[in-house]
């Protein structure tokens, strides 16, 4: 893994959102969205963490909270393409081997959770980490906006773990067929920086564009995508009534 045991972690946040616009900025008991995922990204405890964004308010609403904000450019395609340019702002000498990309909409997410998605990366066949949750709600089973990890349970110690998986495909199909738990992918990802920096440079691939999946371009290409089971799905906040369930979840913790 290299000299650093410590990952990069990266929060990426972008103002354009159609169905709740400016939702990094949105209110919850008196902080900005951001904010509580820059907290609980921080709690994780592996390292320094970052919120790469392209608008100046995101920025300042973070630095005003103690956090440590990094402008990119705003014409980046997804969240790892501009996790990509700002780990190579904030560490050009290349220090860090590994980067930790945190969504900026799931202010619910376990400071574990985030722990979890590097954990794979403690092998070193592994590229990519990343993390999902047995789903035990029939509904979930069958939708479409669920995304199931189709992954071969890792051996460990003599045996064949549950909570540990290679992924061999994601698919919003249910999958896979007959008995036994199917997973629920949550969208933490852990990379190796040469991971990172292959990925990008990758043209879609013709499977990523079918499912809307783009973890499948990596996939697609061989790169090895290694999975920890965790208890918890976090929130995403996308629309006005996930942004109210957040302030519910978010004030019987406090």
């Known amino acids: 893994m290299g000299d650093r045991k410590e990952a990069l972690v990266m929060v990426p946040a972008r103002m354009a959102s159609t169905r709740?616009?400016?939702?990094?900025?949105?209110?919850?008991?008196?902080?900005?969205?951001?904010?509580?995922?820059w907290r609980r990204a921080s709690e994780a405890g592996?390292?320094?963490?970052?919120?790469?964004t392209d608008d100046a308010d995101i920025a300042a609403a973070v630095r005003r909270a103690g956090g440590e904000a990094v402008m990119t450019r705003g014409d980046h395609e997804n969240g790892s393409s501009r996790i990509h340019e700002a780990v190579g702002l904030v560490d050009p000498g290349r220090?860090?081997?590994l980067v930790v990309n945190v969504q900026g909409d799931l202010p619910t997410v376990e400071p574990a959770s985030v722990a979890a998605a590097f954990a794979p990366l403690a092998d070193p066949d592994v590229d990519i980490g990343t993390i999902a949750a047995i789903?035990?709600?029939?509904?979930?089973?069958?939708?479409?906006?669920?995304?199931?990890?189709?992954?071969?349970?890792?051996?460990?110690?003599?045996?064949?773990?549950?909570?540990?998986?290679?992924a061999l495909y994601f698919t919003r199909a249910t999958?896979?067929?007959?008995?036994?738990?199917?997973?629920?992918?949550?969208?933490?990802?852990?990379?190796?920086?040469?991971?990172?920096?292959?990925?990008?440079?990758l043209p879609p691939s013709p499977l990523e564009?079918?499912?809307?999946?783009?973890?499948?371009?990596?996939?697609?290409?061989?790169?090895r995508i290694d999975v920890e089971v965790v208890d918890a799905v976090p929130l995403g906040v996308d629309t006005p009534a996930d942004l109210e369930r957040a302030r519910s979840l978010l004030a019987e913790s406090r």
């Open 20 to 37: 709740l616009p400016g939702k990094p900025l949105a209110d919850i008991h008196g902080e900005p969205m951001i904010v509580h995922v």
């Open 46 to 52: 592996i390292g320094p963490v970052f919120v790469a």
């Open 95 to 97: 220090a860090f081997d």
């Open 135 to 166: 789903i035990d709600n029939e509904a979930d089973r069958t939708s479409e906006s669920v995304v199931k990890i189709v992954g071969s349970p890792k051996r460990v110690g003599g045996s064949h773990s549950e909570r540990q998986l290679r």
């Open 175 to 201: 999958a896979p067929w007959g008995a036994g738990p199917l997973y629920h992918h949550i969208g933490l990802y852990a990379y190796r920086r040469s991971a990172l920096e292959r990925y990008v440079a």
């Open 209 to 223: 564009i079918r499912e809307r999946l783009e973890q499948l371009r990596a996939i697609e290409a061989g790169m």
